[in-house]
């Protein structure tokens, strides 16, 4: 389809390395990470959704941005009728809708190395987006500083691609043309997690119960030991109904596990999940952690800065991507998402800053009627008031009502 040949599979250490599921990233606590198993951890995947759901909610839209001779004014246009308008917020492929498309390439680029999909183009114009498997993929950099991405197919053969041939999206990067995986980076809190979790596990599948040494100050005979050993497992074992155990001749029992409350389990994992926050930039009570000293106004200020502070980035990077990878930097067009629905407040913030808008309290306007209807999802109104920018009954020279 896209004019590649296929090649039989060879790899470097380094693309095994990263795309190779078995193959993880070694921590201290002795659990290897990978993405696949990193997703296990809940606050991963609550950060990794949490991002890619936000900018999956968003409208894209392609517009065009003009002057206005004589006003010298900006005008931004919505090219809903461009093919690339339609790709992207409606049809990116057959079996996916617009917002899944974005969340997925958003949901691996904020876990990994990146994300891509394949142009199909036909005519000039980006028909087909066809996003690749993140394990599946990995790009170089030639002696010209061109990029060149290999794709591993499922039939163990492999083909090259050009940046001009793929939409490529990625996080930051030290080398300028591949992501740091975020997943790499928090590599030690995500192994200390998924320990701690396994840890727990044990102790939950083991009815609760420690397991321990149960002594006696005289020797026992080998089968009065498996009796006993039987007898205890069976009475205080994960199966068994538990209860106060009596004991004589002199017997101890000594645990041998740490109890959560030992291990300061709830602590540790609550410093855990700030450290996984920490790396995917992401507020804490995003990844439905509460803070009691959190009021509604600190927490309404805390989805505020998760809007500017954690999106924000990621829809400057998807917005300069699809624009270079679909439209062409000498297009003339560029591609928004709107993130203005997250940004709302209540009616009456609303309301007031609308009030304002239009010129309240006698000061000049800086949007019609029309504009606001536009924005808040109603018609326009045809009349030429509504499209009018009132200049302000207090601005010099501005016309009075009734005058």
Known sequence: MFGLIKKS?????????????????????????????AVDVAAVFCAARVIAEGIGQMPVRVVEDSFDPVTDLLRVKVMRNHSAHKLLAQKPNDWQTSYEFREGMVFNAALGKGSIAIKNVVGGEVRELLPVPSMAWSVEQNSDYSLKIRVDYSDKTHGYFTLDQVFYLRGPSLDGFQALPAVRQAREAIGLSRALEKQQARLAGNGGKPSGVLSFAMPLKPDTKEKL??????????????????????????????????????????????????????????????????????????FRNHVIHTLGPWIERWEQAATRDILGHDSGLRVDLDERNLMRGDFAAQSDYYAKALGAGGGPA??????????????????????????????????????
């Open 9 to 37: 599979a060879t790899y470097t250490f380094d693309q095994l390395f990263g795309i190779a599921g078995f193959m993880g990233y070694g921590t201290a606590s002795g659990v290897d990470v990978t993405e696949r198993n």
């Open 229 to 302: 050993r039987d007898t205890w497992k069976e009475k205080f074992g994960p199966n068994g109904e538990g209860g106060i155990a009596i004991l004589d001749g002199d017997a101890k029992f000594q645990s041998m596990t740490m109890t959560s409350v030992d291990a300061q389990y709830i602590e540790t994992r609550r410093l855990q999940i700030e450290e996984i926050a920490r790396v995917f930039r992401v507020q804490p009570i995003m990844l439905m952690q509460a803070d009691k000293a959190a009021t509604f106004a600190s927490a309404e200020q805390m």
């Open 366 to 403: 800086w949007m019609s009627q029309n504009e606001i209807r536009v924005e808040v999802g109603l018609n326009p109104i045809d009349e030429p008031f509504a499209n009018t920018v009132s200049q302000g009954a207090m601005t010099p020279g501005a016309p009075s009502d009734g005058i």
